[in-house]
């Protein structure tokens, strides 16, 4: 199932009672960051929909050169996460 950002935020802030999720979400992007490092992972920060913020790492760092704001994207297979620990 494919959700919108709102859709997905919704979800998000109730993930404390849902267990592990798997999203696929569907929107517009509304800002992108240029690769950022935090110790020794780099990282983009996609904001979609002015809703929700994706974190893309790793392997899927290539995306960035493909995403522009304004664009729409399906994006899936997103696994949630928290910066804070």
Known sequence: MVLSAKDAAYLIAKREHLGKLVLSVKGTVTALSDVTRA??????????DK?????IKDLHLGWHSVLEVGD????QNLRLTTLEK
């Open 39 to 48: 110790g020794k992972n780099q990282m983009v920060l996609v904001e979609v």
């Open 72 to 75: 729409v994207f399906l994006f």
């Open 51 to 55: 809703c929700i913020i994706l974190v």
